[in-house]
């Protein structure tokens, strides 16, 4: 059994605050200590159920945040960033590369949505992105993505609303809230100690739900995104099939997830260039 955890920061124990996930900080520092006692709880936890390999994927920031030196020695992990599925690379190999489940931790709820740090992809110009009319977070368009290549989400950690999140995109999957909800900026926390001890025996738990099955296909899929300005919107446009539908929002269709979350990686890529620094 092979499992794939796509690491995330800003649902990580006793992250609540920007300069918590923000590379080169005193906060980061500290902070990355945390997140990376929750990964190696969930590669415990599932070597504890049985998994012969599991692998990270790194999926914050600038995807280099994890301390390797303090994880488990049997694990691997994808540091660094230029990947093509970004958040969920490793995803879309077969043969003996073949991943049976994926666990999304450190996860948040999406933009415009209550949670902490909640947002999608970048950290403030998106207000809101919807996939075929519904309102997603990273963990429901990258649930999709696994689906197409037959993998199930079998764990998911973050704050309250990050596992209520997935409820809707991964209802079979354990979940462990880390901490709860209050604002976007403050949660009540519980202890790395104790989120461990959740963490790993949620994934001893989850990792009999590690079994590939059919691939999904549920396309087409039509994703709309809402930035704050109007000017990222034009910005975007710049992009092949992505549209104008309104002031600040744009859309495309993508005939696969594998294509949807490739384009949206796009977008984000050009939005991220066109913000100036004071006027957004
Ligand atoms: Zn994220």
């Not at 649902?11 to 005193?26: S, Y």
């Not at 354990?174 to 100690?193: E, F, I, N, Q």
Request: glycine share 10%.
């Amino acid at each position: 059994m092979r499992i794939l955890i796509s690491a995330d920061m800003e649902g990580a124990t006793g992250v609540t605050w920007p300069a918590d996930v923000l590379p080169g900080t005193a906060q980061w520092e500290r902070c990355r200590s945390m997140f990376t006692s929750d990964v190696n709880a969930a590669v415990l936890g599932f070597f504890d159920g049985g998994a012969d390999e599991v692998l990270i994927n790194e999926a914050h920031w600038t995807m280099r945040n994890l301390l390797l030196e303090r994880l488990d020695e049997r694990v691997q992990m994808l540091t660094g960033r230029h990947k093509a599925l970004s958040m969920v690379e490793g995803v879309q190999h077969g043969g003996d590369r073949a991943v049976d489940g994926v666990a999304f931790v450190g996860y948040h709820a999406g933009a415009g949505m209550e949670g902490v740090l909640a947002h999608t992809y970048l950290a403030n110009q998106i207000t809101g992105v919807w996939l075929n009319g519904v309102r997603a977070s990273e963990g429901l368009l990258n649930a999709h993505v696994v689906a197409e290549f037959g993998v199930p989400v079998v764990l998911v950690t973050g704050d309250d609303l990050a596992c209520e999140d997935a409820l809707g995109y991964a209802p079979g999957a354990l979940k462990v809230a880390v901490k709860d909800h209050v604002s976007r900026y403050a949660a009540v926390c519980r202890t790395p100690a104790r989120t461990a001890a959740d963490i790993r025996a949620a994934a001893r738990e989850a990792a009999p739900l590690a079994v590939r099955h059919e691939p999904v296909a549920g396309g087409p899929f039509t994703v709309e995104v809402e930035f704050d300005a109007e000017h990222l919107s034009a910005a975007v446009t710049v992009v092949p099939g992505v549209r104008r539908v309104a002031e600040r929002k744009v859309a495309y269709t993508s005939g696969t997830m594998y294509e949807g979350i490739r384009t949206f990686k796009a977008v984000t890529t050009v939005a991220s260039a066109a913000v100036e620094e004071q006027y957004g």
